[in-house]
């Protein structure tokens, strides 16, 4: 089963700022989020409940999943080192 994977505006704007390669990496690990939002390696995000996280080298894609309605939500891209720094 495939689900819609949708990028809210903050996240979205994030992308056009990294270095190429960076963004393509990301980009692909979103895109695979539609085939299988569980992926090898993610994990739930503690300090926000519902929420998942997959890494991408030093960056973080936090993630939340419906799979009701079979829709990955993303709705933050941070590097790993500011997501410590928010709890």
């Given at each position: 089963m495939s689900h819609r994977v949708e990028i809210v505006?903050?996240?979205?704007?994030?992308?056009p700022r990294l270095p190429r390669d960076l963004r393509d990496q990301i980009r692909a690990a979103i895109r695979g989020l539609a085939n299988d939002p569980r992926p090898h390696g993610c994990c739930q995000v503690v300090s926000r409940p519902g929420y998942w996280r997959v890494?991408?080298?030093g960056w973080r894609v936090i993630y939340g999943i419906d799979d009701a309605a079979q829709v990955v939500?993303?709705?933050?891209?941070?590097?790993?080192?500011?997501?410590?720094?928010q709890r």
């Open positions: 505006a903050p996240a979205r704007r994030v992308l890494r991408v080298r939500t993303v709705v933050e891209i941070m590097p790993r080192q500011d997501d410590y720094r």
